[in-house]
């Protein structure tokens, strides 16, 4: 029954750094491009380590600009819960709660 099989693509996007869409190079608008075409569902992960590369407020502002993009379900997940931050966790959570929004 090809009800039962399901094709199922994971694609891992490059980075999208913390700047307007006219401003993204290349490599970033394939990823956006990406998420709008390639995928039925969108999962972004925020980084809540103390290793993070970006703060609280890079990440938002990334997830806020391209979230309009995305047309479909989508997941938010909290990464590397191992090495948290507990304050920017603690940020992220209170954004989370203002919104309705439910990370795995």
Do not use: W
């Amino acid at each position: 029954n090809d009800n039962f099989l399901r094709r199922i693509q994971i694609v891992d996007t490059p980075g999208i750094f913390d700047r307007p869409i006219v401003a993204m190079n290349e490599i970033e608008l394939l990823a956006v491009n990406a998420l709008k075409t390639l995928s039925s569902i969108v999962i972004f992960i925020f980084d809540c380590s103390y290793e993070r590369t970006l703060d609280f407020h890079e990440q938002i502002s990334i997830f806020e600009r391209i979230q309009p993009f995305f047309n479909k379900p989508y997941l938010v997940l909290i990464n590397k819960i191992d090495i948290v931050d507990n304050e920017i966790l603690e940020q992220f959570e209170k954004y989370f709660l203002k919104r309705n929004i439910h990370p795995i």
